[in-house]
T-cell receptor
Framework: GAGVSQSPSNKVTEKGKDVELRCDPI?????LYWYRQSLGQGLEFLIY????????KSGLPSDRFSAERTGGSVSTLTIQRTQQEDSAVYLC??????????????FGEGSWLTVV | AQSVAQPEDQVNVAEGNPLTVKCTYS??????LFWYVQYPNRGLQFLLK??????LVKGSYGFEAEFNKSQTSFHLKKPSALVSDSALYFC???????????FGKGNQVVVIP
């Protein structure tokens, strides 16, 4: 597609349930990022994938959070046993790995998660 | 570790007046600097970036930013603000040895008609 695509755009879930958020990066982009934006807060880095390298998971806030990227393209962020403090916008972004444009990161519209 | 400071929570400006959104950064090496804008209920849109070369960078929608190495700043500017510029603006930095962007907390810009 033309841009980074995320789904669902909105998700309301009950506390304790698991959720999966999907990201489809820009075609040809081998780098993929997940960020979290909580109400009134800046963007918090969660995880970074680059090609076949081991992902940088250093931003994941707890072991309830995990992410995978299958086939070097689509990524899924999973939050297990959701808590109310997980309510936030989850933003996915992608970039080229090499070349002059590798440093420009493009964001999706976000998945708005509300835990009730 | 790289970091960004956006010292003001909200910037109010009258339509037609100059707009400035402040950003200072901290990195261990030479920085890559970015500005993004977020309109209500939308994702982040890229405005402009500084990589190297001319310290004055021009971007989308009439915005520009000036890289000042001695002051470690990258303030965003627009000569004449529009009501439609009302949005949340994020400054971000990335150093050359790192793959992630570090964002500031964002500045809410309110342009008053």
């Amino acid at each position: 597609g033309a841009g980074v695509s995320q789904s669902p755009s909105n998700k309301v879930t009950e506390k304790g349930k698991d959720v999966e958020l999907r990201c489809d990066p820009i075609s040809g982009h081998t780098a993929l990022y997940w960020y979290r934006q909580s109400l009134g807060q800046g963007l918090e880095f969660l995880i970074y994938f680059q090609g076949n390298s081991a992902p940088d998971k250093s931003g994941l806030p707890s072991d309830r959070f995990s992410a995978e990227r299958t086939g070097g393209s689509v990524s899924t962020l999973t939050i297990q046993r959701t808590q109310q403090e997980d309510s936030a916008v989850y933003l996915c972004a992608s970039s080229l790995a090499f070349g002059a444009d590798q440093i420009s990161i493009y964001f999706g519209e976000g998945s708005w998660l509300t835990v009730v | 570790a790289q970091s960004v400071a956006q010292p003001e929570d909200q910037v109010n400006v009258a339509e037609g007046n100059p707009l400035t959104v402040k950003c200072t950064y901290s990195v261990s090496g030479n920085p890559y600097l970015f500005w993004y804008v977020q309109y209500p209920n939308r994702g982040l849109q890229f405005l402009l970036k500084y990589i190297t070369g001319d310290n004055l960078v021009k971007g989308s929608y009439g915005f520009e930013a000036e890289f000042n190495k001695s002051q470690t700043s990258f303030h965003l500017k627009k000569p004449s603000a529009l009501v439609s510029d009302s949005a949340l603006y994020f400054c971000a930095v990335r150093d050359k040895g790192n793959n992630r962007l570090a964002f500031g907390k964002g500045n809410q810009v309110v342009v008053i008609p």
